[in-house]
């Protein structure tokens, strides 16, 4: 009983396989190939079916000449390969224009994100830079300057802390007005 059982596996994946043999295999208008358990459409012209249920695809060797074998029979029988010009054989390019359109829209619109940004910070800095401008000037001419402490009281700027704040102006205007 088991060995009928191995023997109806057997066959049930022998007729399994046989089926996997049943591909179709085509160029299509762009040059890919196409693998399918359907033939092609109609518009696929015969010069570009490479491969067909129960047929080994064509191999072209040294002689333009090539053996196709049947798996059914396994008896091999010589197949003359039609010479195809330059022109007939379709342009594999190897990119796909659809991807190729969105990875350069991608691109650019990370270039306009990167502009974008250098633009503001370039405002940035030219605001940065006016801003230490008039403070040095309000240093440098000589008025009693003020600011408001932590406990919200005015404090008058000595000489030690004018002078701090001046090299701290002068420090951001190094920086932000090149």
Request: with cysteine; net charge positive; aromatic share 2%.
């Amino acid at each position: 009983m088991k060995q009928l059982i191995r023997l109806i596996l057997v066959v049930t994946a022998g007729l399994l396989a046989s089926n996997a043999l049943a591909q179709w295999q085509w160029l299509d208008k762009d040059g890919r190939k196409v693998f399918s358990d359907r033939p092609p459409p109609a518009s696929v012209p015969e010069k570009s079916i490479l491969k067909r249920p129960g047929q080994l695809p064509l191999a072209t060797s040294s002689n333009d000449a090539a053996t196709a074998q049947l798996p059914a029979s396994g008896v091999s029988a010589p197949v003359a390969a039609a010479p195809q010009s330059a022109a007939s054989t379709p342009k594999i390019s190897g990119l796909d224009k659809d991807l190729a359109e969105k990875k350069k829209k991608a691109e650019q619109a990370e270039s306009d994100k990167r502009k974008a940004e250098e633009d503001r910070l370039r405002k940035t800095r030219a605001e940065n830079c006016n801003r230490a401008k008039l403070a040095k000037s309000g240093l440098d001419s000589g008025v009693r300057l003020a600011r408001i402490n932590a406990q919200g009281e005015r404090e008058i700027l000595d000489d030690a802390a004018r002078a701090a704040e001046s090299k701290r102006i002068q420090a951001i205007i190094d920086a932000d007005c090149k």
